[in-house]
C-alpha cells in the first residue's frame, strides 16, 4: 500500500529547467532518507541526489552538482528536484525513493520503497 509517485518529467531544451515531484501515500518520509536516482537505457540505476533522515547537507552527483536542488517537504510527504541547465546526458528515466530510518543515501540498495520513475528527455 506504500505508493511513490513521481511526475514532472517530459521533453526539453538544452540549457532548460524543469521540477520533478515525487508524492507519498500509505508512508511518510520523517524518518527516512530520501533521493532521487535515474536510470538510461543500458545503464545501471544511479544516484542523483539524496538527503538523510537527519535532513542534513544533501547528497549531489558531481555530474548535476551546482544544477540541481532537492528540496523535501515531510509535512506534506513530497519531494523535489529542481534542475536546471540540463544537457542531454541528463536524459534518463527519474526515480524518487525512500530509505527508512536511513542516512546513509547515495546507495539504491539502501531503498525501501520506489516510485515509478518519470521520463526526462534533454534535445541539444
Known amino acids: 500500500e506504500v505508493q511513490l509517485v513521481e511526475s514532472g518529467g517530459g521533453l526539453v531544451q538544452a540549457g532548460g529547467s524543469l521540477r520533478l515531484s515525487c508524492a507519498a501515500s500509505?508512508?511518510?518520509?520523517?524518518?527516512?532518507?530520501v533521493g532521487w536516482f535515474r536510470q538510461a537505457p543500458g545503464k545501471e540505476r544511479e544516484a542523483v541526489s539524496c538527503i538523510g533522515r537527519s535532513r542534513g547537507s544533501p547528497y549531489y552527483a558531481d555530474s548535476v552538482k551546482g544544477r540541481f536542488t532537492i528540496s523535501s517537504d515531510d509535512g506534506k510527504n513530497i519531494m523535489y528536484l529542481y534542475m536546471n541547465s540540463v544537457k542531454p546526458e541528463d536524459t534518463a528515466v527519474y526515480y524518487c525513493g525512500a530509505a527508512r530510518w536511513r542516512d546513509y543515501c547515495s546507495s539504491r540498495y539502501e531503498y525501501d520503497y520506489w516510485g515509478q520513475g518519470t521520463q526526462v528527455t534533454v534535445s541539444s
Open positions: 500509505g508512508f511518510s518520509f520523517e524518518g527516512s532518507a
